[in-house]
């Protein structure tokens, strides 16, 4: 089974204040005739191996924090035609 990259679009979102490690890309998956489909992946943050295996470990025992594991990203004006394009895909998707 092939896949065919040439109808996926990558949309790439940086920061405002420039940092490049606060991005997320929206990948619209235009696949055949089927509905496209809209993907984000999100860039998280690097953290040493002991504090990413303390998390996993965390993870496994079902320990959640309330307040969340979290960065942010902030958007400016530049970036609504692209979210525009991202909610007309998904209006358009059949139900």
Not at 2 to 31: A, K, M, P
Not at 54 to 59: A, L, N, P, V
């Amino acid at each position: 089974m092939s896949i065919d990259f040439l109808n996926r679009e990558n949309i790439l979102f940086v920061c405002d204040c420039g940092d490049v490690t606060h991005q997320f890309v929206v990948i619209i998956d235009n696949y055949k005739n089927s509905d496209p489909e809209v993907f984000v992946e999100v860039k998280l943050n690097p953290l040493p191996f002991w504090k990413r295996l303390i998390h996993g470990i965390k993870y496994i025992f079902g320990y959640k924090c309330r307040f969340g594991d979290f960065d942010e990203i902030c958007l400016n004006k530049s970036h609504i035609s692209n979210l525009e394009k991202i909610v007309e895909t998904l209006k358009n998707i059949k139900e």
